[in-house]
């Protein structure tokens, strides 16, 4: 079985790994960062804007299971895809909309879908996010994996934002749902 990888950045990636592994067919998400000029970075680098990068994550999936295109339509419905540089309470430029295409086919989706929403009138405002080659993905730090499966209970964060973002996922892509027994890949 054929196993691809999408690199997508929407906002916090506590937020967003927290969706995306939830979906069937995703093997893996890393939080990390992505698009940036610094080599190696930290997350206090680039929480500070100057590294360039992006919160991202590097999605493992079975394309068999899981279209490309159905994780842009995740990607496109759990965050604001109009807003620069910002989600939610989040600002600066570590938190912009951005796909790291890996491929043309990856590339021509993206671009196509992308014109598609914005002539449909699917947002108020135009779609500002960036549509860029993948580069390089350097994995965040160790705690900020599954962070919010592990602080949940701790963390106001977790409880205030990342909980109702995941609540409406569920609610919205029931039918994508990996099983129970099937959540703790």
């Known amino acids: 079985m054929s196993i691809e990888t999408a690199t997508l950045a929407n906002g916090c990636f506590w937020c967003t790994e927290a969706v995306f592994s ?23 680098e680039v929480c500070s804007g100057s590294t360039g990068h992006a919160e991202c994550l590097h ?30 309470g989040d600002v600066g430029t570590q938190y912009r909309s951005a796909i790291f295409y890996h491929n043309i086919e990856q590339k021509e989706l ?21 549509i860029v080659p993948f580069e390089l993905f350097y994995p ?10 592990n602080n949940e209970q701790s963390n106001p964060y977790c409880q205030m934002v990342v909980r109702p973002k995941v609540d409406k996922f569920k609610k919205v892509f029931q039918n994508k749902l990996k099983e129970k027994t099937d959540n703790k890949k």
Do not use: C, M
């Open 110 to 130: 993206s671009e196509k879908i992308k014109t598609e929403l914005d002539k449909s009138g699917a947002f108020e405002n135009p779609i500002v996010t960036a």
């Open 59 to 88: 999605i493992t999936y079975h394309p068999n299971e899981i279209s490309f295109e159905e994780l842009l339509e995740v990607f496109w419905k759990t965050h604001d895809p109009t807003t620069l540089n910002r989600q939610g």
């Open 22 to 44: 939830n979906l069937k067919g995703v093997t893996k998400v890393e939080p990390g960062y992505s698009g940036g000029h610094t080599k190696n970075p930290t997350y206090k």
């Open 140 to 149: 965040a730090e160790d705690y900020h994996h599954q962070y919010f499966e």
